[in-house]
């Protein structure tokens, strides 16, 4: 059934929800860009109109801006059920575990709402059923049943009425920041906001060769970081020429850096006197290796100049920025502890 409702409202309702589901807070104009065509009648014309809006409009406009945000993968309209079955549909022996299976997911849910009620732990209320279940039909029915969790998790986060969302942000992070502030202080990563690396998953040929030059240093430390390294980002200014330290062992035992990287966020090819500046910052340093990390990729000179001279500098490209990226987006934190 439509409701009668304003723009303005629906507006500004859309703003807040986005901003608590995906931790990220865009202006007026900013939504104006990434709005869908198939919204453009809800979300353009006179603020104080008044439009007949249905529930799954608004449901598809919230899912289909948390798509373009990075923070879902995916929309996915429909019962997460059905999009379990179908994914299994061509699997006889996991249809027939997934119904064995769902009467334990629902004691689960219906032990979680009980001790919510009664404020237990819902979190503890929901795992003698799945150990019952994991007894019953091993790893693969408990893995199953984890896969239903996880749909709900989705449902609920995405949904316009609930409160519930997959990460419990600290804060909002203004989308321009990303392209406009050398502020790398986050408390959702090091060095790298979480928040930002999912828009970049998402939105990544369009902005990741706009983005501020010291949030792209810093995008390049947060991957060497969580790839187990002992990482030194620079001051951004007078550093040098080198941006990133990086040591496979903590840097107080270890010496010199294992590899020094410069980052270089910008559109033309990486040319040979580049090369040739970090080689010599390698020796002097003596580290391994170094690493220019590029928006663009190196100029054909470049590349023979590192092969046929033996420098050991490597190139970090577009598409290796690109994998760096999807390695680092993640799902939230998750509605359910278990």
């Known amino acids: 059934m439509a409701i009668s409702v304003s723009r303005k409202e629906v507006i500004t309702r859309t703003g807040e929800l986005i901003g ?56 996915s309209p429909g019962l997460f059920t059905l999009h ?22 629902l004691k689960m849910m219906e032990n979680f709402n009980t001790a919510a009620q009664q404020s237990e732990d819902p979190n503890k209320a929901m795992v003698p059923p799945l150990i019952e279940a994991t007894l019953k039909y091993g790893k693969e029915g408990s893995d199953l049943i984890m896969e239903l969790v996880d749909g709900l998790n989705g449902l609920l986060h995405k949904s316009p009425w609930t409160s519930i969302r997959e990460t419990e942000w600290k804060d909002v992070a ?14 959702h990563g090091t060095f790298m ?27 390049t430390a947060e991957f060497f970081e969580r790839q187990g390294y002992f990482v030194e980002i620079g001051p951004g200014r007078a550093d040098g020429g080198i941006d990133v330290r990086v040591w ?22 990486i040319e040979q006197t580049i090369v040739k500046a970090l080689y010599a910052d ?34 970090a490209n577009r598409e290796t920025l690109r994998s760096w990226v999807k390695a680092m987006r993640k799902p939230g934190t998750g509605i359910w502890a278990l």
């Open 20 to 75: 608590y589901k995906s931790g990220l807070g865009l202006n007026k104009e900013e939504f104006d860009d990434i709005i869908p065509t198939e919204y453009h009648q809800i979300w353009f014309g006179p603020a104080e109109g008044y439009l007949r809006l249905y529930p799954e409009e608004f449901e598809g406009l919230i899912e289909e801006l948390l798509q373009r945000l990075g923070n879902i993968e995916s929309t």
């Open 84 to 105: 379990l079955r179908h994914k299994y549909r061509h699997n006889e022996k996991k249809t027939k575990l997934l119904d064995d299976v769902f009467p334990f997911f």
């Open 174 to 187: 203004k989308l321009n920041d990303l392209f406009v502030s050398e502020n790398l202080k986050t408390q």
């Open 193 to 219: 906001d979480q928040r930002y690396i999912d828009y970049l998953r998402a939105n990544f040929d369009d902005k990741i060769g706009s983005i501020h030059w010291r949030k792209f240093e810093g995008l």
């Open 248 to 269: 496979t062992e903590d840097p107080k035992l270890a010496g010199p850096p294992t590899i020094l990287i410069q980052c270089k966020r910008q559109k033309s090819v």
């Open 282 to 315: 390698v020796l002097h340093e003596q580290a391994q290796k170094g690493l220019i990390v590029t928006s663009s990729s190196f100029s054909p000179g470049s590349k023979t100049l590192c092969l046929t001279r033996e420098y050991p500098v490597a190139e």
